[in-house]
């Protein structure tokens, strides 16, 4: 595990699961990525994957961490035997991220309702062909 700052990684509560100074109900375990349930879940099986390197946000961390953590969330969703889950993972406080640590939820969508799972307001807006297309060559140069 490495970090740019060690009082961060001393204090962060995911490095610490990481280490075994915090215990975990551990699913899926690999040399980059630690998988385990959710202890405050938003329904039955909501677990969380966990690169074993410190990176606070996406853009920071190293894309072989990437690699490792899509295929255990694939495992998960299948080991759950949900038809309807989301994975989701959040990059600032705004965007609610609330443990400055990259990690992916896998979220059981069992029902319908509002009462268990995501429940995810979409405030999709109105753009024009040619805003779109003036965004598209902004990002695009960018990469």
Not at 131 to 141: C, F, G, R, S, T
Request: net charge negative; glycine share 6%.
């Amino acid at each position: 595990m490495m970090a740019s700052n060690a009082k961060t990684l001393a204090s962060c509560i995911f490095c610490k699961i990481v280490k075994g100074e915090i215990p975990s109900f551990k699913l899926v375990e690999t040399d980059l990525s630690l998988s385990f349930l959710d202890v405050g879940p938003l329904s039955k099986g909501h677990a969380l994957i966990i690169p074993k390197y410190h990176a606070a946000k996406l853009h920071e961390l190293p894309d072989l961490y990437l690699a490792d953590a899509l295929p255990i969330a694939k495992k998960i969703a299948i080991a759950l035997g949900v038809e309807n889950y989301n994975v989701l993972q959040n990059n600032g406080r705004i965007a609610h991220q609330l443990v400055d640590h990259v990690h992916f939820h896998v979220i059981p969508k069992p029902s319908d309702g509002e009462t268990e799972g995501l429940v995810v307001g979409w405030p999709a807006q109105e753009v024009s062909k040619e805003e779109l297309a003036k965004l598209h060559e902004e990002i695009k140069n960018k990469l």
